[in-house]
């Protein structure tokens, strides 16, 4: 006797397969645990996932989670760090800074449409406060004068060349 079971291929839910109790097919999951359609409910997920598990099954993200673990727990969190910079150094290197400022113009774009254009006015207050009450409220005058002395340094050296 066959009946259906509902097989998720991503977010789709409409790809069937059919299922036969008697059949053991190889792998995990739900076929793989020998669970039958009608033993799948709200309070069976749990023990679901534990035989699922005990069969070796694995989400993705399961197994991201391990490996980066296993590498944090062998190299130490720098490593990631060291390893974000060296790959941002290599992108830069191939396509060019332009690329970064592409990328950039792109997801602003994006959180703009999903946030509202006010939201980079809000998070730029928030960021502005937190430096306020961390370095105190006389902060922004001392960098400033040295961001304009910097600033008067170079248009001097640059008038001095031509």
């Known amino acids: 006797m066959q009946g259906v079971l509902r097989r998720a291929t991503g977010s789709d839910m409409r790809s069937v397969q059919p299922f036969d109790p008697g059949v053991q097919p190889v792998g995990g ?19 679901i996932a534990q035989v699922s598990k005990s069969q070796g099954d694995m989400t993705v993200k399961e197994a991201g989670r391990m490996g980066g673990n296993a590498v944090k727990n062998k190299y130490g969190s720098d490593f990631f760090s060291e390893i974000g910079k ?46 306020k009450e961390k370095y105190g409220p006389d902060y922004y005058k001392e960098i400033g004068k040295k961001g304009g002395a910097a600033r008067r340094r170079n248009t001097r050296a640059t008038s001095s060349e031509q």
């Open 86 to 131: 060296k790959g941002g150094r290599t992108v830069s290197d191939e396509r060019g800074a332009e690329f970064f400022s592409a990328i950039g113009r792109v997801g602003g774009k994006a959180v703009k449409e999903r946030f509202g254009p006010d939201h980079y006015l809000e998070i730029g207050k928030k960021g502005g406060d937190a430096v």
């Open 29 to 47: 999951g739900v076929h793989g645990a020998g669970i039958r359609p009608s033993e799948i409910g709200h309070e069976n997920v749990e023990e």
